[in-house]
Structures are given as C-alpha cells and as structure tokens.
C-alpha cells in the first residue's frame, strides 16, 4: 500500500516555437548506461517542451529555450521501462524551477539523491521549500518511509495505515498554512505566487486567495503563471452552485463536436481527466458503475482530458473501457474550456443538473457521488 500524491498543472508540457536556446541542464548519474534514459518536460504556464535521452556513462544534457522562469520534471528510468512507468511508477523524479541558466545535476546512484548546482532560481527554491516544511513529494516519501519501515504485522493492520496517514494529512495541512504565509510575507517573490497556486488547490477559497494574490507586485503577476492564476480566480466567481454552467464546445475522440448545451435535459457529471492521472483512472470503474446505473434514466458523463498527446489519450480510454463521451482539445492545462473552469489540478468533477445549472463543484466524486445520483434518480 502506498500514497499517491496528485501534481498539478504546471507540470505538463507546453509547445513552443523554436527559439534560441538559452538553459541547459547537464548532469551525471554514477555510471549509467543505455537502456537508461532521461525525460524532461518543462512550462512557464504559456510556452515550454519535453525531451529525452539516452545516457552515456552517467552522463546527459538537454537544452532549450525558456522565457523567464519555468518549472521542470526531470525523470530517470534506469532500466529503459519508458516514460510513463518511469514517472509513475519508478519514481526516480524531481521536480524544479529554473530560468535562462546552465545548471548541473550530479549523484552517484539516482536523480532523487542527486545535487544541483548553477541555478539562483533552484537555490530560491530549495529555500522556500525548507520554509514550508519540504516539498509535497518529500512529504510523499516520508510516509512511504514510515509504511514501508513497519513490522509485517503492522503492514496488515489498517490503523497503522491510518495513523500514518493522519500525519501525512496534518503534515499536508501544515504545510498548506505556511504556504500561505509565505506568499503574505513574501509578495515581491516568484514563490509567493508558487506558494498561492499550489495552496489553493483544486476548489479555491476565493475570498481567501484572492486578497493575497491581489498583493503580489504586478510583475509577478503578469508571469505566466500569475494569469493563469488569475483566470482560476476569475473562474471560481463563475462556477457556483445554482448558476448555468459556463458552456463550452469541444471535439471527441473522432473530431466531432460535443457541446456541453447539447446535454441540456440530462444530468452531466463532467470529469477533468488524463492519462497520466493514476487518480483520476482510479476512480474509473466506480464511474462505470454509476454510467450503468443511470444512463438509461438520463444520465451522462462528459470526460475532458487534459493530455497533449492524441495517442495516450485515446489508449488510456481504450484500456479503461470508458464507454460515456470524451472530448479534448488535446492543450493540457492550456484549452480555454480547462482555464474556464478554473481546473488547477485533475481529477476535477463538476455534478450538472438537468437545466443546465452546477449542483455540484467540490470535486464530488466517489461516495458522495453515488449517494448524490441514487437520490436524484430513485424514482
């Protein structure tokens, strides 16, 4: 049994034109050869890439353009096991800021383990997240730590799970807190923006956000990600219970248009989705079953990806069995229909009612979901 961490948006890559390239990231994993390789993929929240490559004696390098400052994942699959297991399942990640900077990236056995030198921008981030008590992902291993250093007993005993859980939770909820003091304290830094978006989370207390975004310097604010933030803001006073969901049009899996007005008359649960999103896949066969309960009583699932890669798409869908509508523009967390409904991180459900009008938006899903459509459609 292990936790699963959910990471946002602003880890997904973006297209952009060619452009001179200004960073490099180069670095040396002890003396790891082919099949191993390295993925990157990095985003401002505008414009960003992916690669890849083969290492050589430990050693690899990529280069590209950024403008301003972006984030990065970094991932090693030692064993050539491809991108996808290597990010989900290998684990050897980490994630970063950086800027138009030549970094270095050094260890003797994994990426994990590895120390970064040449970046001012990764030097404010180490320090920002020693202030907010580490990293998510850091938070992450400490209770896989705790779990996996438990006696055969306790790794059968649901209260030790629990109990490691509870202080991952509180960890969490700590760490949540400093966050948001940091970006009261720190209005002039990047990572106070950082700090706000990610604290946010996926159902925004606007009235608590908002102010604190509204005190951050103008030029951090016209940052990428600082519009993206505000567009979430801005969505967040359009999406409430008991308004009309705010319509969009998008193409299905065989270019043709689905519009959500089309829906008009059924009871809609969209669903903000990927491929990459383990959470979002597991909560698949519950989806099922409700779809076969309810769907001949006027009930339908619109699922939204936010893939950028058709092929990915498409195999997630088919491997799952998803039998309800799937629609994407295939933009990740840049599609217009994802800023409009303010998605920071996936899975996102939104419960429609029959005119049209959200019942639902804090993400309900699961049990609460069931309960929900079994006293909407017990007659």
Avoid at 25 to 43: C, E, F, Q
Avoid at 129 to 151: F, H, P, Q, V, Y
Avoid at 274 to 288: D, F, G, Q, V, Y
């Amino acid at each position: 049994m292990k936790f699963k961490i959910l990471i946002f948006a602003s880890l997904l890559p973006f297209f952009a034109a060619a452009q001179a390239p200004n960073f490099t990231i180069s670095g040396k994993i002890g003396n790891l050869d082919r099949p191993a390789m390295v993925y990157l993929d990095y985003t401002n929240n505008v414009t960003g890439g992916e690669d890849s490559t083969l290492l050589v004696n430990g050693t690899f390098s990529f280069s590209g353009h950024t403008d301003g400052i972006s984030t990065a994942r970094l991932s090693l699959g030692h064993n050539g096991e491809g991108k996808r297991l290597s990010i989900y399942k290998g684990g050897d990640n980490i994630y970063f800021y950086f800027a138009a900077e030549k970094m270095t990236i050094g260890s003797k056995d994994s990426l994990i383990n590895a120390e970064v030198k040449g970046s001012k921008v990764y030097d404010e981030y180490t320090a920002y997240n020693k202030t907010i008590g580490g990293s998510i992902m850091e938070l992450d291993r400490m209770a896989n730590n705790e779990l996996s250093s438990g006696t055969p007993q306790q790794q059968k005993d649901t209260n030790f799970f629990k109990s490691v859980d509870a202080r991952f939770r509180k960890r969490v909820a700590q760490r949540r807190e400093k966050q948001i003091q940091f970006a009261k304290d720190n209005p002039d830094s990047f990572f106070a923006l950082v700090a706000l978006t990610d604290a946010a989370g996926s159902k925004m207390d606007v009235a608590k956000i908002e102010p604190i975004y509204n005190a951050i310097t103008e030029n951090i604010r016209a940052t990428g990600l600082g519009k993206n933030m505000a567009k979430r803001i801005q969505a967040a006073h359009a999406i409430v219970v008991g308004d009309l969901a705010p319509s969009f049009t998008l193409n299905d899996v065989n270019g043709k248009p689905i519009s959500l007005a089309d829906l008009k008359g059924k009871v809609v649960l969209i669903d903000f989705w990927a491929s990459w999103c383990e959470p979002c896949r597991a909560e698949s066969p519950n989806l099922k079953t409700q779809y076969e309960l309810y769907k001949n009583k006027g009930f339908e699932i619109l699922s939204i990806s936010v893939d950028t890669d058709r092929k990915s798409w498409l195999k997630a869908i088919a491997d799952d069995g998803l039998p309800w509508l799937q629609a994407s523009d295939l933009k990740g967390f840049n599609s217009e229909t994802v800023k409009l409904y303010g998605i920071g991180g996936v899975p996102s459900f939104f419960l429609i009612d029959r005119d049209g009008k959200i019942i639902a938006n804090a993400n309900i899903q699961g049990a609460p979901l069931n309960q929900r459509l079994a006293e909407m459609f017990k007659n």
